[in-house]
C-alpha cells in the first residue's frame, strides 16, 4: 500500500479540483438562466455522429437532418444520464462507505481524506452534467423525451447483486464496480473532450470532468489494493471475478436506450435499425480502451483475463 500516492494526490487537491478551480469559469457562463449561450451554434451537433451505434445504418441515415440532429441531441443527453448514474448510484454510495471504514483495510486517515475529496468530486460532475443537460434542453428546445432506462453500468451491478445472497458480496461487487468505473471513466470521457465536431461546451464539460478522474485512478488503485489484502480466499475470488463482469457493464453499448430515441426522432422501423445493428460483429462496445483496469490488474498482480471482454 502507498500511502505516499494518496498524500500527494490529496495535497493536490485545492489546487487541482475542477469546482475549486478558475478553469470552470467558461462552464459557469454556460448554464441555464445565463443571457449568453456561449460558443452555441445551432448547426453544430451535440454529439459524435460515429459514436451512434447504428452510425451507418442506411435507413437511419435516410432520416431528415432535422431527425438526426434530434437523434444527436438526445444522445448527448443519454451520454450525461450515463455519466450521472455512474456518480450517483455507483461511486458515491461506495465512496460514502469507504471514508466511514465500512470496508476492510480502509481505516488509515490517508485513505478516507482521498475518498472524501473524490466524493465531492463526484457531487459537482454530477451538477455539472445535470446543468449542461438543462441548457441543451433550452437551446435546442427539447420537448416530450423519452423515459431513459438506468445506464448499463447500474443495471448490470443490480444484476450481479441479485445473484449473490451474502452482503459481504453484495458490497463487494458494489466496490469492484466503482474501481472499474473510477478508472475507466477517463476512456469514456475522452470519447468527447478533444472532439471538435461538437458543441464546444459539451467538450468542455467532459474535459473538466476528466481532469478530476486523472487524479482519481490512483486513489481506486490504491483503495483497492489495501481492500484487497485484507480479504480472505472466497472474497478474493469473488473480487477477481467481478472485475470482467464490471469492465463490460461499463464499456459496453446500452442498446436498450435506442429504440425509443429513433421512435421519438420518427423513425417508424426504430426497433429493427437497432436489432440489426446490435447483431453486427464488433458493434456491442462503445469504449475500447481497456488500459485503465490492465494496469489496476498489473499493479495488484491479479490473474484475471478481459478476453471476453476485449474480443
Known amino acids: 500500500m502507498n500511502y505516499e500516492t494518496l498524500q500527494r494526490v490529496s495535497a493536490a487537491w485545492p489546487r487541482r479540483a475542477t469546482i475549486a478551480a478558475d478553469s470552470a469559469t467558461p462552464f459557469m457562463t454556460y448554464m ?63 465512496f460514502s462507505r469507504l471514508a466511514h471504514g465500512d470496508f476492510p483495510g480502509t481505516d488509515r486517515f490517508e485513505i ?12 459537482w460532475h454530477t451538477y455539472m452534467h445535470m446543468m449542461a443537460m438543462q441548457r441543451t434542453r433550452e437551446l435546442r428546445a427539447v420537448r416530450d423525451e423519452p423515459n431513459y432506462p438506468h445506464a448499463i453500468t447500474f443495471r448490470a451491478l443490480t ?26 471513466v477517463n476512456a469514456y470521457l475522452e470519447l468527447l473532450s478533444r472532439d471538435e465536431t461538437i458543441q464546444p461546451m459539451h467538450a468542455l464539460v467532459t474535459r473538466l470532468h476528466s481532469r478530476d478522474e486523472s487524479a482519481h485512478s490512483p486513489v481506486m488503485f490504491e483503495v483497492s489494493k489495501s481492500v484487497y489484502t485484507e480479504l480472505d480466499a472466497e472474497q478474493r475470488q469473488a473480487f477477481d471475478a467481478a472485475v470482467p463482469r464490471a469492465l463490460h457493464a461499463f464499456v459496453a453499448q446500452d442498446y436498450a436506450v435506442w429504440p425509443a430515441v429513433l421512435e421519438r426522432c420518427g423513425y417508424r422501423n426504430a426497433v429493427d435499425i437497432v436489432e440489426e445493428c446490435r447483431s453486427l460483429p464488433g458493434n456491442g462496445l462503445l469504449v475500447r480502451d481497456f488500459t485503465g483496469v490492465e494496469r489496476l490488474i498489473r499493479y495488484m498482480g491479479l490473474d484475471i483475463s478481459l478476453a471476453e471482454v476485449t474480443g
Open 159 to 184: 444484476a450481479a447483486q441479485d445473484q449473490v445472497a451474502e452482503k459481504w458480496h453484495k458490497d463487494l461487487l458494489a466496490l469492484v464496480w466503482t474501481a472499474v468505473s473510477e478508472i475507466s
Open 112 to 123: 478516507k481524506q482521498a475518498v472524501q475529496q473524490a466524493h465531492v468530486d463526484e457531487t
Open 32 to 94: 441555464p438562466g445565463t443571457d449568453e449561450a456561449v460558443g452555441y451554434d445551432p448547426a453544430v451537433p451535440d454529439y459524435p455522429i460515429q459514436f451512434l451505434p447504428f452510425a451507418e445504418h442506411p435507413d437511419f441515415l435516410a432520416g431528415t437532418p432535422e431527425q438526426i440532429q434530434l437523434a444527436l441531441t438526445l444522445a448527448w443527453l443519454i451520454y450525461n444520464e450515463r455519466v450521472i448514474t455512474a456518480e450517483e448510484f455507483v461511486a458515491n454510495p461506495t
